[in-house]
């Protein structure tokens, strides 16, 4: 069983930037998507940003030129660069990985707090 761990997570001021990481105890080659969502209170979960096995990235609309997902095969780990973050980027965020074969996983979060 795969599982994904989020760390990374914290409180940052109104511009500022942290970076999220996530690793899976198997390998990241099993994983045909990997993601990042994040849920803040009250709100629906969103999906944030992808990246597929060959390196295709898509991005949600409001943290485009901001964030940056990126994926370190060799390290069994995805993360997510989060620049000029903003108090709507207040959430919970989740690693996620869908292996066409098995099915799909979720992290069990961490929490980003940005204050203005």
């Known amino acids: 069983q795969v599982q994904l761990v989020e760390s990374g997570g914290g409180l940052v001021q109104a511009g500022g930037s942290l970076r999220l990481s996530c690793s899976a105890s198997g390998s990241i080659f099993s994983f045909n998507v990997l993601a990042w969502h994040r849920q803040a209170p009250g709100k629906q979960r969103e999906l944030v940003a992808t990246?597929?096995?060959?390196?295709?990235?898509n991005y949600a609309d409001s943290v485009k030129a901001r964030f940056t997902i990126s994926r370190a095969n060799a390290k069994n780990a995805v993360y997510l660069q989060m620049n000029s973050l903003k108090p709507e980027d207040t959430a919970v965020y989740y690693c996620y990985g869908v292996n066409i074969g098995t099915g799909a996983y979720w992290g069990q979060g961490t929490q980003v707090t940005v204050s203005s």
């Open positions: 990246i597929t096995s060959d390196g295709s990235t």
